[in-house]
């Protein structure tokens, strides 16, 4: 039987994508006043930090190209980074296969303590894989209101 941790991420990635999928690459691109990231950017942290917090902290192999750390890690600011953003369809299209991805490494291996536990910015201390990806769970959906936001701003 497939976990519920599965299926929720599955539910949420599938109201992420869509809800991007009908962005344009200028759109996503927009950021409106009082607002310090775009919805290219939210979209790519979001996969950025399930990557990273899927296989990175386990030290297992992750899908990360290059880029991706200097425009999608925490912190960062499209209007500071003087760099060529990925397609939406780029982001898009590592989204679309990341659930899938993480199931078939860690179908049998939730309960598994990583490698490096990690403690969120509110003092949640993170250590299982399950736990990791729990919280992503929340994460996703920030980041996915974020986008509506930007999205009714840009478009209205």
Not at 59 to 71: I, S
Not at 108 to 120: A, C, F, M, N
Request: aromatic share 12%.
């Amino acid at each position: 039987m497939r976990d519920f941790i599965f299926e929720h991420l599955d539910f949420v990635r599938n109201q992420t994508l869509n809800v991007i999928r009908q962005v344009s690459d200028a759109e996503a691109e927009m950021i409106p006043e009082g607002i310090n990231n775009h919805i290219k950017w939210n979209a790519g942290h979001i996969y950025y930090t399930l990557e990273s917090f899927a296989f990175v902290v386990n030290g297992e192999p992750a899908e990360l190209p290059e880029a991706y750390q200097k425009l999608f890690r925490s912190g960062t600011k499209p209007r500071e980074i003087e760099a060529a953003w990925p397609s939406m369809e780029e982001i898009i299209q590592h989204l679309e296969g990341q659930v899938r991805r993480i199931e078939e490494r860690y179908a049998h291996r939730l309960q598994e303590t990583v490698k490096s536990p990690y403690t969120t910015s509110k003092g949640l201390k993170l250590t299982t894989v399950e736990e990791f990806l729990s919280f992503c769970l929340y994460h996703e959906g920030m980041h996915f209101d974020k986008i509506k936001t930007i999205l009714n701003r840009v478009t209205y």
